[in-house]
């Protein structure tokens, strides 16, 4: 079956396309924290922090960004 779509989701005009998109995603995230405990919503939320440093300290290492660490 060929794509319906005669331009990429990024064109310009795709607008309500995006709406639909984020409003589902937007749903899905409030469904999910609203089943997490507070136990588990510090869990995730650490867990969130714990891969931004590491995406962090990887562009450090490959010399992007500033050398110093912000938790310090």
Same mark, same amino acid.
């Not at 989701?9 to 507070?38: H, K, P």
């Given at each position: 079956?060929?794509?319906?779509?005669?331009?990429?989701?990024?064109?310009?005009?795709?607008?309500?396309?995006?709406?639909?998109?984020?409003?589902?995603?937007? !749903? !899905?995230?409030?469904?999910?924290?609203?089943?997490?405990?507070?136990?588990?919503?510090?869990?995730?939320? !650490?867990?969130?922090?714990d891969q931004a440093f590491e995406l962090?300290n990887a562009f450090r290492s490959r010399?992007?960004?500033?050398?110093?660490?912000?938790?310090?």
């Open positions: 079956m060929a794509d319906e779509r005669a331009k990429p989701l990024f064109a310009s005009g795709n607008e309500a396309e995006w709406a639909r998109i984020n409003e589902e995603e937007a !749903q !899905q995230d409030v469904e999910l924290v609203t089943r997490l405990s507070i136990g588990e919503r510090l869990e995730l939320g !650490q867990r969130l922090s962090m010399g992007h960004g500033t050398l110093r660490d912000p938790r310090a």
